[in-house]
């Protein structure tokens, strides 16, 4: 009890990230880890100070982590920085404009000693992964690449206790990465109904009022509550 934990983030727009800080800030006692994919801007950023845009958005088995831009860095910053909001003003503008920016030494210092550790895991490592976590657990326990970026840190840092990972999604919405770990996991019952569920559909129109169509089918779901 009281003892700091590690909290292994796999991460793209940094959301979980920025809510440990918050809570870390607050005396939560726990460190943060982001691990990402090879769209590793976050990896960069935390590694040293490099905010800066890839050439492409690399595609993934974790599809959810692979964009360029994790907004949610900005407001880690502004932690860092005391809520000075016209310093961060003049970083962001600079990466909106030169799609590149240097977080400051000073800065940088201040979010390393919560966002401890970071790692990039290729796509060969997440199937890997899985692969790994299926079968030292008997076989019954299945996870999804996106989890799988974070359980690849704990694979190369067991030492690093207390230590938990978030998991992030269920594998059923990955069926293919399943696959290609060569998993064969038990199917959900629940999901398989949903093949011979009737499709509905409301077509629209170019220039149709969507707001009011939603609005529509709020009213209409909620009446048959």
């Keep these: 009890m009281g003892d700091t934990v590690t909290i292994v983030c796999p991460t793209g727009a940094c959301g979980n990230i920025t809510s440990g800080c918050v809570a870390r800030t607050m005396g939560v006692p726990i460190n943060l880890v982001a691990s990402v994919t090879p769209n590793d801007i976050v990896h960069r950023t935390f590694k040293n100070g490099d905010f ?118 269920s594998p059923d919405k990955f069926p293919e990465a399943v696959e290609k770990a060569e998993i064969v996991n038990k199917k959900n019952e629940e999901i398989e109904k949903l093949f011979s569920k009737e499709t509905r559909s409301v077509p629209m129109q170019q220039g149709d009022d969507w707001e009011r169509m939603l609005r529509l089918k709020i009213e209409e779901i909620t009446m048959k509550k």
């Design 52 to 169: 800066s845009l890839s050439e492409k958005v690399l595609q993934t088995w974790a599809t959810a982590m692979d964009i360029q831009v994790p907004y949610n860095v900005e407001r880690i910053v502004l932690i860092a920085a005391g809520l000075d909001t016209g310093r961060v003003a003049k970083m962001m503008t600079e990466f909106e404009s030169e799609t590149k920016t240097m977080i400051p030494g000073d800065l940088l210092t201040k979010m390393k000693k919560i966002v401890v550790d970071t790692l990039m895991v290729e796509d060969e490592e997440m199937v890997s992964t899985m692969k790994r976590v299926f079968e030292e657990n008997d076989k019954t326990y299945c996870i999804c690449p996106h989890t799988a970026v974070g359980v690849a840190y704990f694979y190369k840092n067991s030492s690093v206790l207390p230590q938990v990972i978030l998991a992030t999604a």
